[in-house]
């Protein structure tokens, strides 16, 4: 794909003045009696104002508290069904925790509309049409098994599967049991590696840390390898640069990606040495919206270049998501190519300096 080094100011207004549009919109269906959901109706109706009146840009969402993430471990799912889609089936996928409840998110058909986006981003010469996918990563009651397969069959494909759990690999890690995380990860890798040598595939979703243990077995663009969609949290510069030129040997393309079940994914900067191999990504806005804060004043956007922590706002008519706090911290980035808003760049744990966290197989 070709991009131009910065977006116009035209361009940058424009895709405001449509996310405004599109906040509107998806305030004044959440907060409808015939259309929202109880959740937000009720919040409404205790608040003592009407979000529909006074909520006209991304700015007056400051109005909002922060999101909690408590709301979506302890309230039942009922709660954020829009009264647009009673009687519906959702689906209920799960994001984070080690230990205990973790969050859900309810959904319909976001998780699908997400990857097709992310799908028109991707280059024919990497990611065929027509050409087989391998996941290998978490399933279960994560929403990326059901993506990363529809992905895989909106391009023309069919995907395999290699199942893992990483709330297991966290606590293992957590408990000091390395032994038996590694034994886990080379019995996750080995099936990785039998698909590959039996069945023809282009495409490989993976962690980071996942990539570089199944380079330790086999030759990934040998093969059959060309386009590697990468998900995970941190990816250092060093990481990627070893990922790129050593892991892929600049034979495989390297598509990084920051996503969540609460926001979709966010498309990356094409990582270059240029770039010092530095990752920047792009919320896909209208739906997502994020922001790097201050994190001692939340309602402080930091200056372009500066560290914060990453604020999500998710925007759609299944799920409406005003200021989560996310737990992660990054570089404000400027405007660039066809993202004409601001970017995250080397996301990593929210201070994570001062405490590591355990991302086990990401």
């Not at 529909?52 to 991304?58: I, M, Q, T």
């Not at 471990?73 to 996928?93: H, I, K, M, S, T």
Request: proline residues 7%.
């Amino acid at each position: 794909m070709s991009f131009a080094l910065s977006p116009s100011s035209d361009a940058v207004e424009a895709a405001r003045a449509r996310l405004d549009e599109h906040l509107r919109e998806t305030i004044a269906w959440h907060f409808s009696p015939e259309t929202g959901c109880p959740f937000w109706l009720n919040w409404a109706r205790e608040a003592g104002w009407d979000p529909r009146e006074e909520v006209r840009s991304v700015d007056d969402l400051i109005r909002f508290p922060h999101f909690q993430d408590e709301w979506l471990r302890d309230l039942p799912n009922e709660v954020w069904v829009p009264r647009a889609y009673a009687g519906r089936p959702y689906y209920v996928f799960e994001t984070g925790g080690t230990t205990g409840m973790p969050k859900q998110r309810i959904s319909w058909e976001d998780h699908l509309r997400d990857y097709e986006e992310f799908s028109e981003t991707l280059s024919e010469e990497a990611f065929p049409r027509g050409g087989n996918w391998l996941m290998l990563g978490p399933t279960g009651p994560r929403r990326l098994r059901l993506c990363i397969e529809h992905l895989a069959h909106y391009r023309g494909g069919v995907c395999y599967h290699v199942d893992l759990d990483p709330r297991w690999v966290k606590r293992l890690i957590a408990e000091g049991d390395f032994a038996t995380a590694n034994r886990y990860k080379e019995h996750v890798i080995a099936q990785a590696v039998e698909i590959l040598k039996h069945r023809r595939i282009h495409c490989l979703f993976t962690t980071p840390k996942l990539l570089e243990a199944l380079d330790e077995k086999l030759n990934v663009p040998d093969a059959g390898i060309t386009g590697v969609f990468c998900g995970g949290t941190q990816m250092t510069p060093q990481m990627v640069r070893f990922l790129v030129e050593e892991v892929l040997e600049e034979r495989a393309e390297f598509v990084p990606t920051y996503g969540n079940t609460l926001m979709g994914l966010a498309c990356s900067k094409p990582p270059s040495a240029a770039d010092g191999w530095s990752i920047t990504y792009y919320a896909p806005q209208p739906r997502a919206v994020l922001r790097v804060v201050d994190p001692e004043r939340t309602d402080r956007t930091v200056d372009y270049g500066e560290w914060g922590r990453v604020e999500l706002t998710t925007l759609t008519r299944e799920f409406f998501m005003p200021r989560f706090l996310e737990r992660d911290e990054a570089i404000r980035r400027e405007p660039w190519g066809r993202f004409a808003w601001d970017g995250v760049g080397e996301v990593r744990p929210f201070r994570a300096l001062e405490q590591p966290a355990i991302e086990g197989v990401y």
